[in-house]
């Protein structure tokens, strides 16, 4: 999982949604390393972050609930596009399972100790993750005649 998930940077690198640092690979394995290291990087900073006045259950469910979080806010938007083609029955219903599974990812389990702790970093991770993808896409659209990235 961890060398699939690196590979992701590397293709924005290479499609200059990142810089371009994120798109080399290592001239004598042929990994991207960059984004592996970047990876790396990250990944840390979240165990460590997380576990912050926290058991290691309560980190696990703190990420757990963040890797849901993350994963399932583009489900809003790709609903929503089936709003506006007059698939309203398919968008409500992928809507309201959406937000299910939003609510359940930010509901405490028993491992959960300090709740506002909890909260707050969640909260937190998700703001750091639509604040990064805001950077890295704000002035950017799809010509979706061309499927090309416009500047």
Not at 12 to 25: M, N, S
Not at 34 to 45: E, M, P, T
Not at 86 to 107: H, P, Q, Y
Request: with cysteine; net charge positive.
């Amino acid at each position: 999982m961890g060398t699939g998930v690196s590979r992701l940077p590397f293709a924005a690198g290479v499609d200059h949604l990142l810089p371009a640092a994120f798109g080399k690979v290592h001239p004598r394995w042929g990994t991207p390393y960059v984004s592996i290291l970047a990876l790396g990087a990250v990944s840390s900073f979240l165990l460590i972050a997380l576990q912050l006045g926290n058991t290691v259950r309560a980190a696990y469910q703190e990420l757990v609930s963040l890797m849901v979080i993350t994963g399932f806010i583009p489900y809003l938007y790709i609903f929503g596009s089936a709003w506006k083609a007059n698939r309203r029955w398919s968008a409500v219903s992928g809507w309201a399972i959406t937000i299910m599974a939003l609510v359940c990812a930010v509901a405490p389990t028993a491992e959960i100790k300090n709740v506002w702790l909890f909260e707050s970093e969640l909260g937190a991770g998700t703001l750091a993750v639509v604040g990064s993808a805001w950077l890295v896409y704000r002035g950017r659209r799809t010509d979706l005649a061309t499927s090309h990235t416009v500047r």
